[in-house]
Structures are given as C-alpha cells and as structure tokens.
T-cell receptor, first 115, second 111 residues
Framework: GAGVSQTPSNKVTEKGKYVELRCDPI?????LYWYRQSLGQGPEFLIY????????DSGLPNDRFFAVRPEGSVSTLKIQRTERGDSAVYLC?????????????FGPGTRLTVL | GENVEQHPSTLSVQEGDSAVIKCTYS??????FPWYKQELGKRPQLIID?????GEKKDQRIAVTLNKTAKHFSLHITETQPEDSAVYFC??????????FGPGTRLSVLP
C-alpha cells in the first residue's frame, strides 16, 4: 500500500510568515509523529498523536508550533511567525498502534526554508 | 531524558570490508533500538531493530548487538557494497512514543 506522504516537498517562506505542513499517514495507522531534522543531525522529536489527540507534545520548541489531527488520519503542523532558525526538514512518521516497539515509517519530509 | 550518542560520525570502508557503528544510550529503561538508513534527500528507512530481551539479531549482511549492562548497541554490516553508502541513525525508545535518535554516521563504501 501507499506509504506516508507529505506536502509540500519544499516550502520557502519569509521570516514572520505562517506555514502549514501536511502529513498523510499509512492507512490504518493510529499513531503519528512529527520530527524535525536539521542538516547533519538526527531527527528530533516534536509531537506524537494517538488517534485525534496529542499524546505527547513535549518536543515542540515553543508556542509558535502547533499540530492537529482532527479526524485521526491527516495531520497538519502549523508554524506561526516563522524564524530563520525554523529552517529544517520536517519529517512525519506513522506506526500501527503507537506501541513503543512498533516500527515507525517515515514520510519523505518537507524542506522548510525561512528567508 | 534519554541521550543517544553515536560513533563514528563518518566511516569509510573498502567494498567487501565490514563496517561497525556504535551507539550508547543513557536511560536504562530503554527497551527498543531501531536502526535507520537515510540516503541523500530520501526518507529514513528502518533496516533492523532489536528489543531489550534479545542480545543479537541478524538479517543477511546486517546484524545488531545489544549490551544492556553497558547500555550500548552496535550495527554490523558485512561484505559492504557501494549501495550501502548512506547516513545511518540509531535510536532508543523507552516504550513510550519518544524515539531519541543519534546524530548519525555517514558511511562511504569505496569501490
């Protein structure tokens, strides 16, 4: 079946603007994760959804970052008042049930560039 | 919280030789350790994982070993091929949802 998809693949914006990044998980996966990956670094956890609810948002760096998953499938990561330091690849992953030992399948990422 | 270190940061081997990447973790409660391979511009892909009740796992040319006492685990790739060239990430999970990734190892397999 189809894997995790993310749109857009690339997003260039100006400092101070608002952006939305979308993630479509694998069908039937209840758990969805957002990570941020800076150049030369490993993925950094941002937020985890189990169904519609954010079960763990401890990785969100500040209140400019917010994510939703209203119907328990597609998720949107929202960044307000973007800063140059927000430039990174934003990765989404999903897993079947969100058990700690479930395999996480990653999407291709959205490369965000803040000018 | 959990901290994962990974060494070396870069590794070059001749085709056919073996490659070993080591990771250490800090939280003794961690019980799941996946390894991901990421080619340039591509998504991370799981290549092998190990759970804390197992000391070693092998899948063809790839193997992972886990030492819970020392809190380290290693990826072993034998008979390396040029297509093995990529960045490899280890991760640790306590069974919760927060995977903590290492900083990555860039492996280059020279023909």
């Amino acid at each position: 079946g189809a894997g995790v998809s993310q749109t857009p693949s690339n997003k260039v914006t100006e400092k101070g603007k608002y952006v939305e990044l979308r993630c479509d998980p694998i069908s039937g996966h209840t758990a969805l994760y957002w990570y941020r990956q800076s150049l030369g670094q490993g993925p950094e956890f941002l937020i985890y959804f189990q169904g519609t609810g954010a079960a763990d948002d401890s990785g969100l760096p500040n209140d400019r970052f917010f994510a939703v998953r209203p119907e328990g499938s597609v998720s949107t990561l929202k960044i307000q008042r973007t800063e140059r330091g927000d430039s990174a690849v934003y990765l989404c992953a999903s897993s079947y049930q969100g058990q700690g030992t479930d395999t996480q399948y990653f999407g291709p990422g959205t490369r965000l560039t803040v000018l | 919280g959990e901290n994962v270190e990974q060494h070396p940061s870069t590794l070059s081997v001749q085709e056919g030789d073996s490659a070993v990447i080591k990771c250490t973790y800090s939280d003794s409660a961690s019980n799941y350790f996946p390894w991901y391979k990421q080619e340039l511009g591509k998504r991370p892909q799981l290549i092998i994982d190990i759970r804390s009740n197992v000391g070693e796992k092998k899948d063809q040319r790839i193997a992972v070993t886990l030492n819970k006492t020392a809190k380290h685990f290693s990826l072993h790739i034998t008979e390396t091929q040029p297509e093995d060239s990529a960045v490899y990430f280890c991760a640790a999970s306590t069974g919760g949802q927060n995977f903590v990734f290492g900083p990555g190892t860039r492996l280059s397999v020279l023909p």
